[in-house]
């Protein structure tokens, strides 16, 4: 690698807007039938960001409702479909392809060095699989949407429901498929196009994460798509499957469910992670503390998420003696991302820290992970979880760690990848107000109902007694807060993207085959494959120089 | 590349290896219509579609695998239901039918070796043959299911069942016919590619030694007689001793 030991560096002088790159045509031919990784990453970019303001202002709606202890905005069924449809879009249509499809496409092949990923016709592909599952989920919403909540629990959902659960249940369907060809593409792509001498570890951890995120796509989402695909079947045609009456079996549901869908929480936390690692080492200029053991972690993560699944269960009347070994196996899934933590932390010590925007996401992230992990042990332990259960505690549990943890990692990663992406830098003060907005803002959301859910206050409940109300309005003041937090990124972003400053290759000064390459990337990414011959985040040459971050 | 060789820094290891492969690139390139552009080789194409197609099959057990599941559930729950429902399978066409697939991938294993070899005729007759015995496999199930129809087996439709546990038993039936529906969707899916391929193969598209297509759908037809494995013994052989 020609690791330029660089002298002081104005990057206003040596950024160059790379005239001749991915962008450069502008036909709408040329993005629809489009085979580039990076713009196959753009657009997903723009898909998932339409159903997460869907499911924003459905998110809005429920917490303006809460407000007052009898409600009054909407209805119980209303209520009902808004956290269905908040659920369903912010789960499939945004959290779990995000960081995946749209960071992933577009930094992993450069970051092997590669010219495009194994299968780019496949990849396109799976971006109109995609749309057509999200028109079919959008159609279901549009004729009234559903009211079972994202969990699609049996027997209400096969024979009681009077909403569309089919054509939601087919929307999400659909969708998986495009989760599944994603990850395939992934795994080969990883296995068989890394540049020579980048051997496995020597590898980015971001591409770590994604090959144990990819592994987790591949195995447990047929699982789900089976498990949609037999609602349907005893919903049309009143077979017994699920419902008792008919002979069915309702935890049978539960257990295929979760089955995906545990696995399915460590698709949307793994690339987060993987981002993760990429902002701390290069913003304290130092290598990743215990590299072997972070990139294992990702895929112990992965292995042992496919045991744990019982604990979504432990009072649904299975066996006392399973939600023993489901709690001890949970508690041991929490290990490997402990060792990441710990890890993540040991590389800031001594290191030379930049606060940069993407550098106030990554403790962000740490911090909010280390309390969403926390709570996930404390409701693996059975004596708990029978009190919170169904409770506003679990949903401040998984609000942690998906906001917290996986849509801060993702902003991380967009701002930090933005130069890239765009060629341009975004304005950094603005990414810094952003960043603090969306920290205040969702620590005021939700740390309040890990109070409402340990004083009782069950979920999916929109009336609820009057002295659980100050902690409602505390947090629907917090969301007003998050709200800003998350427009500003939308209305900079736009804006840099024209006009903010020009950024050059690498205005990071990071290390990594991704910053080799000019801003924005040509369409092949490299004029030649790139040979690699030392560890990643070398930052060593480097740290005697300053990230010169005045001019940024 | 003189000014290269003149530039100080130019003399580390990692330099020579660049400039070597700036040289030895294009000269070993084989043709572009052959290796994809994200590609360096045929080699590398070939491994990376022989990857893909081996976690796309890991993806479709999983797939079935959800369907195996709930069998095991329902079958320890209703084991004698589950018994008497068997006993009403066509064992004698599912049997032939078992024969039929297997026959099939061996036509199928045949036609990847003539790709090898480069036997253009004889890839084609054995790509043809394997979706000729796909098809008898289909219309030999659409009499199955003609039978059960007539028997008043399809639930939902038109089940009768005049021993005990009608419920149960008819539990089994949907399972039966989801299972080997889906099975059914697989192997028609196979017959179109094999037909598609035997196509490309009487035009000369597998003689130039690169037969990946034939080889990794050769891997999707043998699974698909895998999962036929399995379903026979779950689903004709319980009640049948």
Not at chain 1, 423 to 428: C, F, N, Q, V
Request: charged fraction near 10%; glycine fraction near 8%; hydrophobic fraction near 50%.
């Amino acid at each position: 690698m020609n690791a330029n030991v660089a002298t002081e560096i104005d990057i206003r002088t040596e950024g160059e807007f790379a005239r001749d790159n991915y962008l450069s045509e502008h036909t709408v031919r040329s993005w629809l039938l489009t085979t580039d990784h990076k713009r196959i990453g753009i657009l997903y970019l723009f898909t998932i960001l339409f159903f997460f303001a869907i499911a924003s202002v459905a998110a809005a709606m429920m917490r303006i409702e809460l407000l007052h202890p009898t409600g009054g905005l909407v209805t119980s069924e209303t209520y009902n479909k808004l956290f269905t449809i908040h659920g369903v879009l912010m789960v499939w249509f945004f959290l779990i392809p995000s960081i995946p499809t749209v960071l992933g496409n577009f930094v992993l092949p450069m970051m092997l060095g590669a010219r495009d990923v194994a299968f780019p016709k496949l990849n396109l592909t799976s971006w109109y699989i995609f749309v057509a599952g999200g028109a079919l989920a959008t159609w279901s919403l549009i004729h009234g949407g559903v009211d079972t909540g994202w969990t699609f629990y049996t027997p209400y959902s096969t024979t009681y429901a009077n909403s569309h659960v089919i054509s939601m249940a087919a929307g999400v369907f659909v969708a998986g498929f495009s989760t599944i060809i994603t990850g395939i593409n992934f795994i080969v792509t990883i296995h068989r196009m890394r540049a020579p001498g980048l051997t496995w570890f020597r590898l980015p951890l971001f591409v770590w994460s994604l090959y144990a995120t990819s592994l987790i796509m591949v195995l447990a989402t047929p699982v789900l798509a089976i498990t949609l695909g037999l609602i349907s079947l005893e919903r049309i045609w009143g077979v017994g499957i699920f419902d008792p009456k008919l002979g069915g079996d309702p935890i049978l549901f539960q257990h295929l469910f979760w089955f995906y869908s545990h696995p399915a929480v460590y698709i949307m936390i793994l690339p987060g992670m993987g981002v993760i690692s990429e902002l701390i080492t290069c913003f304290s200029r130092k290598r990743i503390y215990g590299y072997a053991w972070v990139g294992c972690a990702s895929m112990a993560i992965a292995i042992l998420g496919f045991l744990v699944w019982g604990h979504h269960m432990f009072v649904s009347s299975q066996s006392v003696y399973a939600g023993m070994v489901f709690s001890v196996l949970s508690f041991l899934v929490a290990v490997p991302s402990g060792v990441k933590v710990f890890n993540w932390t040991a590389t800031l010590r001594k290191g030379s820290i930049h606060f940069t925007t993407p550098m106030l996401y990554a403790p962000g992230f740490i911090g909010l992970f280390v309390v969403g992990g926390l709570t996930g042990l404390f409701l693996a332990a059975l004596s708990v979880d029978v009190h919170v259960h169904d409770t506003y505690f679990v949903i401040a549990h998984f609000h942690y760690i998906m906001v917290g943890g996986m849509v801060t990692a993702f902003m991380g990663g967009l701002h930090y990848w933005w130069p890239k992406i765009t060629g341009r830098l975004y304005p950094e003060m603005w990414g810094k107000l952003a960043a603090l907005a969306t920290f205040l803002g969702f620590n005021l959301t939700f740390f309040p109902l890990f109070v409402l859910g340990y004083l009782g206050q069950p979920r999916r409940y929109h009336v609820y007694p009057p002295e659980f109300q100050v902690f409602q309005v505390l947090s629907t003041a917090g969301a007003s807060i998050l709200g800003v937090g998350y427009v500003m990124p939308l209305i900079y972003f736009i804006w840099s993207a024209k006009r903010g400053r020009v950024a050059g290759p690498n205005p990071w000064r990071a290390t990594g085959l991704e910053w080799q390459t000019p801003s924005p990337p040509p369409k092949h990414n490299f004029k030649q494959t790139p040979v690699v011959t030392g560890k990643p985040y070398d930052y060593s040459a480097e740290k005697d120089v300053d990230l010169d971050l005045a001019s940024i | 590349m003189a000014d290269r060789a003149a530039d100080s820094s130019a003399n580390r290891p990692q330099d020579f290896v660049q400039i070597a492969m700036e040289i030895v690139e294009p000269i070993t390139k084989p043709p572009r219509s052959l290796v994809a552009e994200q590609f360096d080789d045929l080699e590398q194409q070939r491994d990376a579609a022989q990857l893909g197609m081996w976690v796309f099959l890991a993806t479709e057990v999983l797939f079935f695998g959800g369907l195996f599941l709930g069998y095991t559930v329902f079958r320890s729950a209703y084991a004698r239901d589950f018994a008497a429902a068997s006993h009403h399978t066509e064992v004698l066409i599912g049997g032939i039918n078992t024969a039929v697939l297997l026959f099939s991938s061996t036509l199928m294993a045949l036609a990847v070796r003539a790709a090898e070899l480069q036997k253009q005729k004889r890839l084609v007759w054995f790509l043809l043959g394997t979706a000729f015995f796909g098809l008898i496999f289909m219309v030999l199930k659409g009499v199955e299911y003609h039978k059960d129809w007539t028997n008043h087996l399809v639930p939902v439709l038109n089940f009768e069942w005049h021993d005990a546990n009608p419920g149960h038993v008819q539990i089994f039936f949907w399972l039966y016919f989801a299972m080997t529906g889906l099975h059914a969707i697989h192997v028609t899916v196979g017959i179109f590619v094999m037909l598609v391929l035997a196509m490309l193969a009487r035009f000369g598209k597998f003689t130039t030694g690169h037969h990946t297509p034939v080889e990794i759908a050769g891997l999707y037809w043998h699974f698909v007689d895998i999962v036929w494995i399995f379903l026979f013994p779950l689903l004709y052989l319980a009640g049948h001793r």
